[in-house]
């Protein structure tokens, strides 16, 4: 039985370069929300294939990682080149709330667990070789490396990597792109910092020491963006 009271799938027969098209109902967007997925050729029947989530920035939707910068496209010859293993790409809209929900939880609509939970569980519904063993990666641009960031280090145990470019660090620099006033997002902490997210994770696994789940820690440079970012 599904999650979602409603699930539409675009039709493969007139889908293109691996590209398909899922819209769900969700309460979490008192909605429906679009995702964009990149679904790999593969010669065998692979399960459990690794979801890696796209966050877009300020102004575009699940279409833009696919067809401003052809994430699909890189995807496909990485993984013919056995770069890397194959894998769904999942390229959600933020939930199209103003010029950028900043993939937070707002007071009516919670665009963070449409990501945190929603997109996962409608992947797995509904894409073969999608399946509850998946492991699950998030990266970003800009507000999106935000959200990436922010939802990774909030979640640390559902996220096996986090990855951000020229992301904002700060809720407040969501002021530089946004038409909205930051009074206008309904959300409870207005002083999310997440790099203060990030190294409060670093010490409590450094704290835990041989008592938690072994695992690889890598702390590496991130491009960052303090004032005004590209988009």
């Keep these: 039985m599904s999650n979602f009271r409603t699930v539409e799938l675009s039709d493969e027969a007139f889908e293109n370069a691996g590209l398909r098209f899922l819209t769900i109902k969700t309460k979490n967007l008192k909605g429906r929300g679009d995702i964009c997925l990149f679904i790999p050729e593969v010669d065998e029947e692979l399960t459990d294939l690794p979801i890696y989530i796209l966050l ?28 890397i293993r194959p894998a769904i790409i999942a390229m959600p809209s933020d939930g199209l709330w103003g010029d950028g929900s900043g993939y937070l939880s707002h007071k009516e609509k919670d665009f963070s667990q449409w990501i945190v939970s929603d997109v996962p569980e409608a992947i797995i519904e509904t ?48 002021a530089n792109f946004v038409e909205e006033p930051l009074e206008k997002y309904t959300i409870q902490n207005k002083n999310i910092n997440v790099i203060d997210i990030l190294q409060k994770n670093k010490k409590t696994y450094r704290q835990l020491g041989s008592i938690a789940e072994p695992r690889i820690i890598s702390w590496r440079p991130i491009e960052l963006c303090t004032g005004k970012c590209p988009r």
Excluded at 61 to 76: D, I
Excluded at 132 to 139: A, E
């Design 56 to 83: 877009h920035g300020v102004y575009g939707s699940s279409w833009a990682w696919a067809m401003k910068g052809g994430a699909h496209l890189t995807a496909k010859r990485l993984m013919h080149n056995g770069d």
């Design 127 to 174: 894409i073969a070789g999608a399946s509850n063993k998946s492991r699950l990666c998030i990266g970003g641009l800009s507000m999106g490396g935000y959200g990436a960031l922010m939802l990774g280090g909030q979640n640390p145990h559902k996220f096996k990597a986090i990855s951000a470019h020229s992301a904002i660090t700060k809720f407040e620099q969501m």
